[in-house]
């Protein structure tokens, strides 16, 4: 399997969300200037999932264990992130509880999009929409002022329900398209598939060959 850069910094990446949580921890239990060192991994950790992706694309090193491994980093990044911050009193329990059922359903109905169907869900801007709004709530967690923690939950209303919008788009665009007019034995329109790529068998002389459409 070729490995690539985009799944080393993914690997990195993986990697660097442990070192984040316990700086979190560490900037509440230990010493507050922890937390300067906790932000600068969190901004790193999301600045190197645009990176990779960007690496991926640009120079065609899109893999199949990469477009499984780097939605997974992601999802595991905002939940930890969630979890550690509830841990030390930034956060209230219903808030990483809600992403980690949305993020959890987002990992299974992926997953079972590219093994089933050889379905790939690109990212799209509703959907990258959601995650800025993300990034910005978890910025300001790392600053905000003790006494006003019991407000932090609202600070995720608006990026919870962008995310359920994404996830309503998602849905429509792109699998409606593809996976129920497949069940009804009828051929994927790529017209009409967003952000979707289709990965079908064709039968040559020599044998199976698959061919990619990016649409």
Same mark, same amino acid.
């Given at each position: 399997?070729?490995?690539?850069?985009?799944?080393?910094?993914?690997?990195?990446?993986?990697?660097?969300?442990?070192?984040?949580?316990?700086?979190?921890?560490?900037?509440?239990?230990?010493?507050?200037?922890?937390?300067?060192?906790?932000?600068?991994?969190?901004?790193?950790?999301?600045?190197?999932?645009?990176?990779?992706?960007?690496?991926?694309?640009?120079?065609?090193?899109?893999?199949?264990?990469?477009?499984?491994?780097?939605?997974?980093?992601?999802?595991?990044?905002?939940?930890?992130?969630?979890?550690?911050?509830?841990?030390?009193?930034?956060?209230?329990?219903?808030?990483?509880?809600?992403?980690?059922?949305?993020?959890?359903?987002?990992?299974?109905?992926?997953?079972?999009?590219?093994?089933?169907?050889?379905? #790939? !869900?690109?990212? +799209?801007?509703? *959907? %990258?929409? =959601?995650?800025?709004?993300? $990034?910005?709530?978890?910025? &300001?967690?790392?600053?905000?002022?003790?006494?006003?923690?019991?407000?932090?939950?609202?600070?995720?209303?608006?990026?919870?329900?962008?995310?359920?919008?994404?996830?309503?788009?998602?849905?429509?665009?792109?699998?409606?398209? #593809? !996976?129920?007019? +497949?069940?009804? *034995? %009828?051929? =994927?329109?790529?017209?009409? $598939?967003?952000?979707?790529? &289709?990965?079908?068998?064709?039968?040559?002389?020599?044998?199976?060959?698959?061919?990619?459409?990016?649409?």
């Amino acid at each position: 399997m070729k490995i690539g850069l985009p799944n080393i910094i993914t690997s990195v990446r993986f990697a660097a969300i442990p070192v984040m949580a316990y700086f979190i921890y560490a900037s509440a239990m230990i010493d507050s200037k922890y937390n300067v060192i906790a932000f600068v991994l969190f901004v790193l950790i999301w600045a190197t999932d645009v990176l990779d992706g960007f690496i991926a694309r640009k120079y065609d090193q899109v893999t199949n264990f990469g477009k499984l491994f780097d939605p997974f980093v992601d999802k595991l990044f905002q939940f930890v992130t969630a979890l550690m911050m509830m841990i030390v009193g930034r956060l209230p329990l219903w808030v990483p509880c809600v992403i980690f059922v949305k993020e959890l359903l987002m990992l299974i109905g992926g997953t079972l999009l590219l093994t089933k169907y050889k379905l #790939v !869900v690109y990212s +799209k801007w509703y *959907g %990258k929409a =959601a995650t800025v709004l993300f $990034v910005f709530a978890f910025c &300001i967690l790392f600053f905000i002022p003790q006494d006003s923690t019991h407000l932090t939950g609202y600070l995720f209303i608006l990026p919870l329900l962008m995310s359920l919008i994404a996830y309503g788009k998602y849905f429509a665009d792109n699998v409606v398209p #593809v !996976v129920f007019r +497949k069940s009804a *034995g %009828k051929p =994927a329109d790529p017209a009409k $598939v967003s952000g979707v790529e &289709i990965v079908r068998k064709k039968r040559t002389g020599d044998g199976l060959s698959k061919k990619s459409e990016n649409t």
